[in-house]
């Protein structure tokens, strides 16, 4: 018996003549996830065959499986020789431990035949191997609507036989769809961004400001920490580091105060775009939520997208605080996020900042300010790391 990870897709499949386009670009996806484990990969009418895992590799492998968008669900299964004997056993072999835990479960067999040379056709499988499962188990009983335990039988080149189906992420696979430059902080929002945009398939590079020394080095080791943990789905990220204290400063001095949280989001997005653009990326994300705090208002929103040319998106706009903490459970950047050192947008905070700002005099207070050569030098100074 072999063990293989049978591999369904998803929203791939409606992308007509594109569809070899995607389906290479999903297998290099998961050859760059299982890199180590030395599978061998496979695709073939509409799924995807991992083969060649040893056993003591084979869990990792599954989980590395669960975060590679474009992946629909993951099947765990015992390829066996299509000699019904063999096929029997087999069968019965992988429900076992799952009787032995639960031995009044009810069960039904979905046998699916694509070899239609094999002797019998998918009716007479299930009646077959359901009365070959119930003489060996006499405590289980058939349920075809909802059944507690679904026996896969795949009649292909060999007999694949499974009883899990575990969910992947769903999506396209990354790199399908561009590039695109997250700005990251150290917030729960903006790797859940960056993650959402990844999921359409995007490629993402990042970008974090910090305010060295008055946010901390271990801010920013937290910044990439999460770079990483969203780079276990979105694959290796060029993280850009911004010292953004003189311009901060700056501002905090010679701009009106109320007025200092917004300029500072114009010049964050000034600076993410022309840092996007040498990368070859071709829009901004950001972890912004409509209202969720001053600067998230729609006028402030409107003032921060004058500052850049690019299309600047916001998977998040339209969601909640806890609909957002949940994904970032989910996805495992939660924990990391809620640490408690401070970010420069928290660190300057104005006590009474504008709700509405009026683009006018937003552009006006920024005018009065010459941040050009400032922009230049915090471009000259970032730092590049690779995550991944
Ligand atoms: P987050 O939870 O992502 O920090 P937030 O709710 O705290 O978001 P803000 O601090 O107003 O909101 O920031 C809004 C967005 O601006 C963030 O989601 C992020 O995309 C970007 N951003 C904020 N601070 C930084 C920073 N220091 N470096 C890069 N991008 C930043
Ligand atoms: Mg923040």
């Known amino acids: 018996m072999e063990r293989v990870l049978l591999v369904r897709y998803t929203e791939i499949h409606l992308k007509g003549l594109n569809r070899p386009y995607f389906e290479r670009a999903l297998v290099d996806n998961m050859k760059r996830a299982l890199r180590g484990l030395e599978p061998k990969i496979e695709r073939e009418h ?24 474009g992946i629909h669900s993951i099947s765990p299964a015992a390829a066996v020789d299509k000699d019904w004997e063999t096929v029997v056993s087999a069968a019965l072999e992988l429900m076992e431990p799952m009787v032995a835990e639960k031995p009044d479960s ?7 035949r694509s070899d239609k040379r094999y002797f019998m056709n998918s009716d007479a499988i299930n009646k077959e191997l359901g009365g070959r499962v119930l003489d060996r188990f006499p405590t289980l009983s058939v349920d075809v609507h909802k059944p507690e335990i679904k026996l896969s039988v795949e009649i292909r080149d060999m007999a694949y036989i ?17 590039k695109a430059s997250l700005l990251i902080s150290g917030g729960i929002d903006s790797p859940v961004a960056g993650y959402m945009m990844a999921k359409r398939g995007l490629t993402l590079s990042a970008v974090h400001f910090y305010s060295y020394p008055y946010t901390s080095e271990r801010a920013r080791d937290k910044v990439v920490e999460l770079t990483k943990l969203v780079s276990r789905y979105a694959g290796e990220i060029r993280l850009f580091l911004v010292p ?25 997005m000034r600076i993410a775009e022309r840092i996007a653009r040498s990368e070859g990326a071709m829009a901004l994300i950001t972890g912004e939520s409509l ?7 729609l006028e402030a929103l409107c003032v921060t997208n004058d500052a850049v040319d690019m299309p ?13 903490m949940d994904i970032a459970r989910r996805i495992g950047t939660y924990e990391t996020s809620i640490l408690p050192y ?24 920024e005018a009065a300010v010459d941040f050009s050569e400032m922009i230049e030098k915090a471009i000259e100074n970032t730092e590049l790391m690779i995550v991944r």
């Open 46 to 69: 509409g799924r995807i065959y991992v083969r060649g895992v040893s056993e003591e590799n084979f869990g990792e492998a599954l989980d590395r499986l669960t975060r590679v968008f």
């Open 106 to 112: 009810t069960f039904k067999v979905l046998a699916r």
């Open 162 to 178: 499974y009883c899990d189906e575990i969910p992947g992420p769903a999506g396209m696979p990354t790199g399908t769809a561009g």
């Open 244 to 268: 953004f204290t003189d311009i901060q400063m700056t501002i905090y001095e010679k701009c009106p105060s109320k007025e200092t949280t917004v300029l500072m989001r114009r010049l964050m």
């Open 291 to 297: 209202g969720q705090v001053a600067s998230q208002t």
């Open 312 to 324: 600047v998106f916001r998977p998040l706009i339209g969601f909640d605080k806890d609909e957002i």
């Open 342 to 365: 401070e970010d420069c947008c928290t660190v300057f905070v104005p006590k009474h900042p504008v709700t509405k700002p009026k683009l006018d005099e937003l552009r006006a207070s």
